[in-house]
Each structure stands twice: as C-alpha cells, then as structure tokens.
C-alpha cells in the first residue's frame, strides 16, 4: 500500500507571540524520530510510505501522492477542532486513514463533553463542573478534594503541583493560574485518591496495564517533562484478575461510546475502595520509539509486539476495519 504518514513536529512550530517555540503548550506534538521510525517500519514491510507535513500545503501534496491510507499523527496547533482537522480534510479529500475520525477526536479532546458521554452511559467517571469564565464562579456542590485542570488539553499541560486543592481558597487560586495559563475552560472535579492505571488499546485488544505511580499523588506537567521525576511505571500492573477484566471491559466500552478505531490509551484511577474511574481517553497516544517515554509502546512491548510489528498491526486492523486490500 502507499501510506502518507501525517504529525505536527515540534521543530515546526508556527511561531506565535504567545507560545514561543520551547513553550510546553507544544509539548504535545511529535519528534522527527517518531516519523522516521514509522516510515522506515512501514517501507520494511513492504508499504511505500511518505512523511506529508501538514502545513497549508497539505492537501495539494495529498492530492499528488494519492496514498492508500494516511497514518494520521496529527495534534495540531490551534483551536478546540485542532486534534480533528486532519481527519475533516481526509474525509473531504475522501482518502481512508487510521484512528478516529473528527467526532472521536473532539469528543475526546474535550475532557468535559467526554466526561458527559460516560455519565450518560453509565461509565465510572469522578463527578465534574466546567468553569468557562475563571470571574464567574458556578457554585460547587462537590466535596474537596478537588482537581483542577484544563478541559483540553494534553500532556499534563495546566497540571501544576498545585492541582490538587483542599478548599475554596486555594480552588480559586488555581482556576485563576489554569486560566493565565490555558485561556481556556476548566474542568474542577473529585480528586480520586488511589492507584492510577493507563491502558492501551490496539484493534480490540487491550494490551498489558500499565500502573503508574508517583510519589506526589498524581501525574504532573513538570514531572512528564523531566526525565529523573521520581515517577515511574510498572507493567503489566499487579492487580487482580477481576480487577484487571474490569478495567479492560470499562476501556474498551469507553473507546467504544467515543467513537475511537484502531488505536488508543486511556488514564484510568482506582479509588480506595477499588472503585474504578476513567479519568480521559487520548486517540493519539504517543509513538515515540522510547518505551520509557510512550505508555502505548511500552505495554505493546509488553505484549510481545516489536516496535515494528506493533505499526504493522496498527496498519492491519485500520486496513480491516477500512475494508482495504493489504
Ligand atoms: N480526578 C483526578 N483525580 C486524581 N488525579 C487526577 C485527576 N485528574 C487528573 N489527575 C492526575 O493528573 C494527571 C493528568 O491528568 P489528565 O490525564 O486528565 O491530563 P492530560 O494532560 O490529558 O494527560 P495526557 O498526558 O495523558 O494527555 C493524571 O495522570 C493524574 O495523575
Ligand atoms: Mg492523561
């Protein structure tokens, strides 16, 4: 197949006042090595592939490489349809691609709508109110503690050591700090206290649980950036076999109701008691060739895929699901 492998580097940041390049508001975005990684697997197997920026010039390069399939990367730049503009411009240019689609993307992107989405289905999720305007308070009927972050973003981003509140005081502190920060809604909802787990998922398959455990009780920007945090992860988790099914049938219903293909990872908490609560769900889970690094690499090493037989799945279920000839 000829595949046209689509990420936003950080090396090619647009330039903005507000967000000079080194600015962890890009902290999202991917490294050239992840592309090459991926081009180099795919070309191995026997595909032709192609990395495509997906600058303004993205649909006429599109248009003239005629792909099979995009393998599609892409976190964007800006605005809240950022994680789902390059599936609109597929779907408009009618080319098949991996993962989800723009439905998946936003919802998933918006912490507070998919939040709502598990409500509705009766998926465990802590229990949440938005705050749009930081100068316009709703009034709060949840017990502290609470956790205070942006309803989207990624990589911890807005997620200071301060996160965490335990009253009014220091709630209104930090919705301030998260707005001066993100400029952006913000999502106040129970702290879970207890384990945290992250899963992966490729095609149907839940890969091997990843637990998480930190020190400061929870996951941090600065922690995922530094690379001595004293965080560190350990897989497969040691839990339960019944634990385990649960968090696996609670994963794969959530990738499910978001509307999420081929790929995905989820953070997940266990409180105390062993209640379980999915805390958000990212359709473009990290593909950096360091399992130390990307939570979806390490547990499908742990599953027993290589790097590359990990991508040559990816590639198979999306070709299945898509009904494409490999
Ligand atoms: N309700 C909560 N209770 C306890 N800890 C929480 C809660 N919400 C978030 N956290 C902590 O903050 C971390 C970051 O939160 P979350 O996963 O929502 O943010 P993110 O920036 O989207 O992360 P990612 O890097 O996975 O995209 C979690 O890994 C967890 O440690
Ligand atoms: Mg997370």
């Known amino acids: ?14 330039f903005v006042k507000e967000h000079p390049p080194e600015d962890d508001y890009w902290d999202d975005l991917d490294e050239p090595i992840t592309v090459r990684f991926v081009v180099h697997a795919l070309r191995k197997h026997g595909h032709q592939a192609k990395y495509i920026a997906p600058n303004l010039n993205v649909i006429r390069r599109l248009l003239n490489y005629k792909p099979d399939l995009c393998f599609n990367l892409c ?16 779907d408009m240019l009618r080319l098949p691609y991996i993962g989800a689609g723009v439905l998946g993307m936003s919802l998933s992107h918006n912490k507070y709508m998919a939040k709502k989405i598990f409500h509705w289905v009766g998926l465990p999720t802590s229990d949440f109110i938005l ?13 502290y503690p609470l956790f205070v972050k942006p309803a989207h973003e990624g990589t911890s981003i807005g997620i200071n050591e301060n996160a965490l509140v335990q009253d009014k005081q220091n709630l209104l502190k930090q919705v301030q700090w998260v707005w001066s ?37 929870y996951y941090s920007n600065s922690q995922k950036e530094d690379e001595n945090s004293e965080v560190y992860r350990v897989c497969p988790a040691q839990i339960s076999k ?5 968090l696996q049938i609670v994963a794969l219903e959530a990738m499910e109701v978001l509307e999420l293909y081929d790929l995905c990872r989820m953070d997940l908490r266990m409180d105390i008691q062993g209640g379980v609560y999915i805390l958000e769900v990212n359709p473009l889970p990290l593909l950096l060739p360091d ?36």
Do not use: C, W
């Not at 705050?131 to 017990?143: G, H, Q, Y």
């Not at 019944?242 to 649960?246: A, S, T």
């Open 1 to 14: 197949m000829k595949i046209a492998v689509l990420a936003n580097l950080k090396k090619d940041v647009p």
């Open 75 to 90: 976190e964007g730049h800006f605005g809240v349809s950022r994680e789902a503009q390059i599936p609109a411009v597929l």
């Open 131 to 143: 705050v749009t305007k930081p100068d316009e308070m709703p009034s709060i009927d949840l017990e």
């Open 181 to 217: 920060k993100v400029k952006a809604p913000i999502l106040i909802e129970n702290y879970i206290e207890g384990r945290e787990f992250t899963i992966s998922i490729l095609g149907n398959e839940v890969l091997p649980i990843i637990e998480i455990v930190s020190p400061t009780g």
């Open 242 to 246: 019944e634990k385990k099914q649960e």
């Open 291 to 326: 399992p130390e690094q990307a939570s979806f690499v390490y547990s499908s090493y742990t599953a027993g895929y290589s790097y590359d037989a990990m991508l040559y799945r990816i590639v198979e279920v999306a070709a299945e699901r898509l009904g494409l000839k490999m």
